[in-house]
């Protein structure tokens, strides 16, 4: 059974910067990709970025490219979410995401998710 812990979230004030980070365990994810996620209050969840775990390639919302970095340490089954220059908009519960390549992240497993919140 696929497990996902995020962590890592916090307050922090505008321009400010967080790492957080989702541990995976319970299969081999060779051919999977892992996604971060956010719901802010009242709207509905949105893609941030992924990552292939085999190949490391990278992908972003248009919203935090430039400021946000993903990246993962096989070796410990765990992908890090940078966030620099955060804003307000930014606030929200952050989650990650796991599925197969080429499948919808609906078909996935999901974390609990972390709270994120930049104060202005």
């Known amino acids: 059974q696929v497990q996902l812990v995020e962590s890592g979230g916090g307050l922090v004030q505008a321009g400010g910067s967080l790492r957080l980070s989702c541990a995976a365990s319970g299969r081999t994810f060779s051919n999977y990709d892992i996604d971060w996620y956010r719901q802010a209050p009242g709207k509905e969840r949105e893609f941030v970025a992924a990552i292939g775990w085999s190949d490391g390639r990278t992908g972003f919302a248009d919203s935090v490219r430039g400021r946000f970095t993903i990246s993962r340490d096989n070796a410990k089954n765990t992908v890090y979410l940078q966030m620099n220059s955060l804003k307000p908009e930014d606030t929200a519960i952050y989650y990650c995401?796991?599925?197969?390549?080429?499948?919808?992240?609906?078909?996935?497993?999901w974390g609990q998710g972390t709270q994120v919140t930049v104060s202005s």
């Open positions: 995401n796991v599925h197969r390549r080429g499948y919808p992240s609906t078909s996935g497993d």
